[in-house]
Antibody, heavy 118, light 110 residues
């Protein structure tokens, strides 16, 4: 089945680190831009980061620049989000999503919850 | 505060037509195409419309999209109870040099 499966979420203290993973199944992962989108509890969607198919283009929203790092391993069909110096406002469900035409996201994972709290 | 403005809520009765607006500026909607997402309660978002008015496979033709200038709109005709969800517009912003979402609109089917 064509799908994305995230993992790595959990409870972490402010200032801590976490690494999210997203594994792709049944499609040609290396052909697509991959994205991380988050949703704080009861709030809207926020685009966090994106990485092009070959890794040559990388985007971060201003609020995570210098703290988060996106990367991908096309051989393992996996995209990562390394999160450091986490803050309470980073608490959210983090979704992995496949990017297609005109920056649309046509395939989403089920999400992984990151909670930053002491 | 999102750079794309959507009404926080909308409502309609079964069978009715409703429209959800998304207002931006020249640096985003004015210079790029708009995509729409539907998020049912407790689930991941789903692509509903791309490139202003293109429906992905499986999306009913009750859903339609349009764009004019710096605004876009998602219309739902023949409203059904299962359309009750949150709807988000999204596009590229040249000033931010990145993609952005609207704040979302909660659609209630009365």
């Amino acid at each position: 089945e064509v799908q994305l499966v995230e993992s790595g979420g959990g409870l972490v203290k402010p200032g801590g680190s976490l690494r999210l993973s997203c594994v792709a199944y049944e499609f040609s992962f290396g052909d697509y831009t991959m994205n991380w989108v988050r949703q704080a509890p009861g709030k809207g969607l926020e685009w966090v980061s994106a990485i092009s198919s070959g890794g040559g283009y990388i985007y971060y929203v201003d609020s995570v620049k210098g703290r988060f790092t996106i990367s991908r391993d096309n051989a393992k069909k996996t995209v990562f989000l390394q999160m450091k110096r986490l803050r309470a406002e980073d608490t959210a469900v983090y979704y992995c999503a496949r990017g297609v035409v005109d920056y649309s996201l046509d395939l989403w994972g089920q999400g992984t919850l990151v909670t930053v709290s002491s | 505060q999102s750079v794309l403005t959507q009404p926080p809520s909308a409502s309609g009765t079964p069978g009715q037509r409703v429209a959800i607006s998304c207002s931006g500026s020249r640096s985003n909607i004015g210079s790029s195409t708009v995509n729409w997402y539907q998020q049912l309660p407790g689930t991941a978002p789903k692509l509903l419309m791309y490139s202003n008015n293109q429906r992905p496979s499986g999306v009913p033709d009750r859903f339609s999209g349009s764009k004019s200038g710096t605004s876009a709109s998602l219309a739902i005709s023949g409203l059904q109870s299962e359309d009750e969800a949150d709807y988000y517009c999204a596009t590229w912003d040249d000033s931010l040099n990145g993609p952005v979402f609207g704040g979302g609109t909660k659609l209630t089917v009365l």
